[in-house]
């Protein structure tokens, strides 16, 4: 199963706020992946085993030279919100 981390500076409102819409769009999409929320000190490149991020929030370099790195923020302000969710259901689709 693909694994999805949504990562903000704090770990409690806006990740919640994605993980939430982000789960919803993967069900409505009928993609399945394990969505785990972070805080962005809580991620480390050592125990990547993420497919893709999605974050608002700045994500260390050495993450997006392992994984595709999405901008979340427009899951929060709605502006741009369904190309970012398409974006993430295109990563999952690939092999």
Request: net charge negative.
């Amino acid at each position: 199963m693909k694994k999805v981390w949504v990562v903000c500076a704090t770990g409690i409102a806006t990740s919640t706020m994605m993980r939430l819409k982000v789960e919803s769009f993967l069900k409505e999409q009928g993609l399945e992946a394990n969505v785990q929320q972070y805080r962005v000190t809580e991620i480390s490149s050592d125990r990547m085993d993420a497919d893709v991020i999605m974050a608002t929030t700045e994500i260390p370099k050495e993450f997006h030279e392992l994984v595709p790195v999405i901008n979340g923020i427009s899951l929060i302000t709605g502006i741009g919100q369904e190309e970012a969710l398409q974006e993430l259901a295109d990563t999952l689709r690939k092999p």
